[in-house]
């Protein structure tokens, strides 16, 4: 540890405890102090890692009044971990006003990476990777909920959100009725904990599952949304899909499942299949 303050960014575990990286046990550790969001919460993890760095409160009730306090600290040589109740701070959590703060005066600022809930969603929801943006929690109130919604109906890229159990039913029903129906997403529910659940499917066929077991609206929730494709664009992947589909099955069963995969409307893909039906005669 350098003798000259510093304010490390440290991400915990999301659930499963194991998954804590030894960089962020080693730096949490030789900190002189640790700003928890919930101290009581973070203490289960330092005890269960065997580390005894003192605490203190920083969270969203006090971030802007402790903000400078904390710098100070650091400019007199002391070094200050920064973590949340569980994955990346910052992201939905407090500790913008901090960070924002420690840099405008120089103070180094460095990430500890571990675990986040939304790239661990976003990694095993089947559904595009290589563009995606977070939204963070949506909103609460309908009205504000079918704004923001409505504001992101033709974006392409994947949609990530996080969302409150007693939330989820009336959110998937607004997300079908702005995005449509048969827009493609996955419910991701206590990930890394042992009621981990997947549900995947189309937003119509995930709110009939949610409304089915009372289970699935419980616990953590990240909600993963295809990005809207026109319904003329029929990418080659898909394309060939839909070929290798038709070698062995009718086209209405191939276009169905490509649709399924792909989130494309299956008018589109069975007209896409009627075309290479004729080029092949």
């Not at 994947?158 to 009725?177: G, N, V, Y």
Request: a negative charge; aromatic letters at 4%.
């Amino acid at each position: 540890m350098s003798n000259e303050g510093s304010l490390y960014i440290v991400a915990t575990p999301i659930g499963n405890l194991d998954d804590i990286t030894l960089r962020a046990v080693n730096i949490l550790k030789s900190v002189d102090a640790i700003a928890a969001e919930d101290t009581r919460h973070s203490k289960k993890l330092l005890q269960h890692l065997g580390i005894d760095t003192p605490m203190f409160a920083l969270h969203e009730h006090n971030e802007m009044l402790k903000k400078s306090a904390v710098i100070e600290r650091i400019q007199q040589g002391e070094s200050i971990a920064l973590i949340s109740d569980a994955g990346t701070p910052l992201i939905s959590d407090p500790g913008f006003l901090l960070v924002r703060q420690a840099r405008q005066v120089g103070i180094t600022v460095t990430p500890i990476p571990g675990a986040s809930s939304i790239l661990a969603g976003l990694s095993c929801s089947g559904l595009p990777t290589d563009r995606f943006i977070f939204e963070g929690f949506i909103p609460s109130k309908k009205g504000d909920r079918k704004k923001r919604l409505e504001s992101l109906s033709t974006e392409k890229r994947t949609l990530i959100f996080f969302e409150a159990p007693h939330r989820i039913e009336s959110s998937l029903q607004d997300c079908a009725e702005v995005f449509g129906e048969d827009r493609q997403a996955v419910v991701c529910r206590e990930l890394t904990k042992t009621w981990e659940t997947f549900l995947t499917g189309n937003l119509a066929s995930l709110l009939s599952e949610v409304q089915a077991d009372p289970n699935q609206s419980r616990g953590e929730l990240v909600l993963v949304i295809a990005g809207q494709q026109k319904s003329s664009e029929l990418d080659w992947q898909s394309q060939q899909l839909l070929e290798l589909l038709m070698e062995s099955l009718p086209l209405k069963k191939a276009a169905s499942i490509t649709a399924q995969v792909s989130g494309l409307n299956k008018k589109v893909l069975y007209d896409a299949g009627l075309a290479h039906q004729k080029k092949q005669q």
